[in-house]
């Protein structure tokens, strides 16, 4: 796949990933981009700016945790805005990828 098409792909779907993980459990940002890298190699310096941008659309909220090994932690969670654009991503994108597989698929 061409790179600039891989990286819109990614870009697209990359705020849905961070509400999905944020969905299963509360998480900080380092956390978030190492699991994001290893799924679909979405590097750590696009988390940053989307979890400010997040927190700023009042879809996140931040709380520290104390840490043994550091300063305290800043952990992200779902606001109830955030849960409900989280549903409403998801569903778009069921609907959008069943869409686009159901067009691949005739496409053989």
């Known amino acids: 796949m061409p790179e600039a098409i891989e990286i819109q792909l990614k870009?697209?779907?990359l705020e849905l990933c961070v509400l999905a993980l944020l969905h299963q459990h509360d998480s900080y940002a380092y956390d978030i981009a190492a699991r994001l890298a290893?799924?679909?190699g979405m590097g750590e310096g696009t988390i940053y700016p989307l979890m400010r941008r997040l927190q700023s659309d009042g879809l996140v909220?931040?709380?520290l945790v104390?840490?043994?090994a550091?300063?305290?932690r800043k952990y992200y969670k779902l606001t109830e805005a955030g849960k409900r654009s989280f549903v409403?991503?998801?569903t778009a994108?069921?609907?959008f990828?069943?869409?686009v597989d159901e067009i691949l698929g005739g496409a053989k």
Do not use: C, N, V
Request: glycine share 12%.
């Open 88 to 90: 409403s991503q998801q």
């Open 93 to 95: 994108w069921t609907s």
């Open 38 to 40: 290893d799924a679909i």
């Open 66 to 68: 104390e840490s043994s």
């Open 97 to 99: 990828s069943g869409a």
């Open 61 to 63: 909220e931040t709380y």
């Open 70 to 72: 550091g300063p305290p």
């Open 11 to 13: 870009k697209g779907a």
